[in-house]
Nanobody, 124 residues
Protein backbone atom coordinates (compact mmCIF):
# COMPACT_ATOMS: atom_id res chain seq x y z
CA UNK A 1 0.00 0.00 0.00
CA UNK A 2 1.33 3.43 -0.95
CA UNK A 3 -0.07 6.80 0.01
CA UNK A 4 0.61 10.01 -1.91
CA UNK A 5 -0.37 13.27 -0.24
CA UNK A 6 -0.64 16.49 -2.16
CA UNK A 7 -2.30 19.88 -2.11
CA UNK A 8 -0.24 21.73 0.45
CA UNK A 9 1.16 25.17 -0.12
CA UNK A 10 1.44 28.71 1.13
CA UNK A 11 -1.79 30.52 1.91
CA UNK A 12 -2.76 33.65 3.77
CA UNK A 13 -4.68 33.45 7.00
CA UNK A 14 -8.35 33.01 6.28
CA UNK A 15 -7.68 31.13 3.09
CA UNK A 16 -8.47 27.56 2.13
CA UNK A 17 -6.66 24.49 0.92
CA UNK A 18 -7.76 21.00 0.01
CA UNK A 19 -5.34 18.18 0.67
CA UNK A 20 -5.59 14.92 -1.21
CA UNK A 21 -4.24 11.51 -0.37
CA UNK A 22 -4.30 8.95 -3.13
CA UNK A 23 -3.90 5.33 -2.13
CA UNK A 24 -2.59 2.56 -4.33
CA UNK A 25 -2.53 -1.12 -3.58
CA UNK A 26 -5.91 -1.71 -1.99
CA UNK A 27 -9.20 0.09 -1.87
CA UNK A 28 -9.55 2.61 0.94
CA UNK A 29 -12.78 1.13 2.25
CA UNK A 30 -10.62 -1.64 3.70
CA UNK A 31 -8.77 0.86 5.87
CA UNK A 32 -9.25 3.39 8.57
CA UNK A 33 -7.75 6.53 7.04
CA UNK A 34 -6.36 9.33 9.15
CA UNK A 35 -5.01 12.83 8.79
CA UNK A 36 -2.25 13.93 11.14
CA UNK A 37 -0.15 17.06 11.26
CA UNK A 38 3.14 18.11 12.76
CA UNK A 39 4.05 21.68 13.49
CA UNK A 40 7.70 22.72 13.77
CA UNK A 41 9.12 21.62 17.09
CA UNK A 42 5.94 19.79 18.10
CA UNK A 43 4.78 16.22 18.13
CA UNK A 44 2.60 14.81 15.44
CA UNK A 45 -1.06 15.22 16.27
CA UNK A 46 -4.21 13.58 15.07
CA UNK A 47 -6.60 15.74 13.09
CA UNK A 48 -9.45 13.52 11.85
CA UNK A 49 -10.11 10.02 10.56
CA UNK A 50 -12.54 8.22 8.32
CA UNK A 51 -13.17 4.66 9.34
CA UNK A 52 -13.24 1.82 6.85
CA UNK A 53 -17.05 1.90 7.09
CA UNK A 54 -17.14 5.51 5.94
CA UNK A 55 -17.99 7.10 9.27
CA UNK A 56 -15.95 10.13 10.21
CA UNK A 57 -14.55 10.86 13.62
CA UNK A 58 -14.81 14.26 15.18
CA UNK A 59 -12.02 16.63 14.26
CA UNK A 60 -9.79 17.98 17.00
CA UNK A 61 -11.14 21.03 18.78
CA UNK A 62 -8.62 23.42 17.27
CA UNK A 63 -9.97 22.83 13.74
CA UNK A 64 -13.62 22.23 14.53
CA UNK A 65 -15.89 24.00 12.12
CA UNK A 66 -13.03 24.63 9.72
CA UNK A 67 -11.68 21.24 8.57
CA UNK A 68 -13.67 18.44 6.97
CA UNK A 69 -12.48 15.03 5.87
CA UNK A 70 -14.04 13.06 3.07
CA UNK A 71 -13.24 10.22 0.73
CA UNK A 72 -14.13 9.11 -2.76
CA UNK A 73 -13.82 5.36 -2.88
CA UNK A 74 -14.04 5.26 -6.68
CA UNK A 75 -10.92 7.42 -6.80
CA UNK A 76 -9.30 5.70 -3.84
CA UNK A 77 -8.63 9.15 -2.46
CA UNK A 78 -8.99 10.81 0.90
CA UNK A 79 -9.47 14.57 1.21
CA UNK A 80 -9.04 17.20 3.88
CA UNK A 81 -10.85 20.46 3.19
CA UNK A 82 -9.33 23.22 5.27
CA UNK A 83 -11.08 26.57 5.52
CA UNK A 84 -10.42 29.72 7.53
CA UNK A 85 -6.82 28.71 7.94
CA UNK A 86 -4.80 30.17 10.78
CA UNK A 87 -1.04 30.52 11.20
CA UNK A 88 -1.18 27.85 13.90
CA UNK A 89 -2.35 25.38 11.26
CA UNK A 90 1.11 25.53 9.73
CA UNK A 91 2.88 22.20 9.56
CA UNK A 92 3.40 19.04 7.61
CA UNK A 93 0.21 17.15 7.03
CA UNK A 94 0.27 13.38 6.74
CA UNK A 95 -2.27 10.86 5.65
CA UNK A 96 -2.14 7.37 7.07
CA UNK A 97 -3.83 4.03 6.57
CA UNK A 98 -4.67 1.36 9.13
CA UNK A 99 -5.36 -2.04 7.60
CA UNK A 100 -6.23 -3.60 10.95
CA UNK A 101 -9.24 -1.30 11.36
CA UNK A 102 -8.18 -0.49 14.90
CA UNK A 103 -10.56 1.07 17.38
CA UNK A 104 -7.94 3.64 18.37
CA UNK A 105 -8.24 5.73 15.21
CA UNK A 106 -6.66 8.81 16.78
CA UNK A 107 -3.46 7.01 17.75
CA UNK A 108 -0.58 7.28 15.31
CA UNK A 109 0.73 3.83 16.21
CA UNK A 110 -2.49 2.30 14.87
CA UNK A 111 -1.46 3.23 11.35
CA UNK A 112 0.94 1.06 9.44
CA UNK A 113 1.13 3.09 6.25
CA UNK A 114 2.00 6.74 5.90
CA UNK A 115 2.23 9.21 3.08
CA UNK A 116 5.26 11.42 2.66
CA UNK A 117 3.57 14.52 4.04
CA UNK A 118 2.64 17.79 2.43
CA UNK A 119 3.67 21.19 3.79
CA UNK A 120 1.00 23.71 4.71
CA UNK A 121 2.16 27.20 5.55
CA UNK A 122 -0.30 29.84 6.67
CA UNK A 123 0.98 33.39 6.75
CA UNK A 124 -0.49 36.05 9.02
Amino acid sequence: VQLQASGGGLVQAGGSLTLSCTVSGRTINNYNMGWFRQAPGKEREFVVAIRWSGSTTSVIDSVKGRFTASRVVAKNTLYLQMNSLKPEDTGVYYCAADGRQSVAVSTASSYGYWGQGTQVTVSS
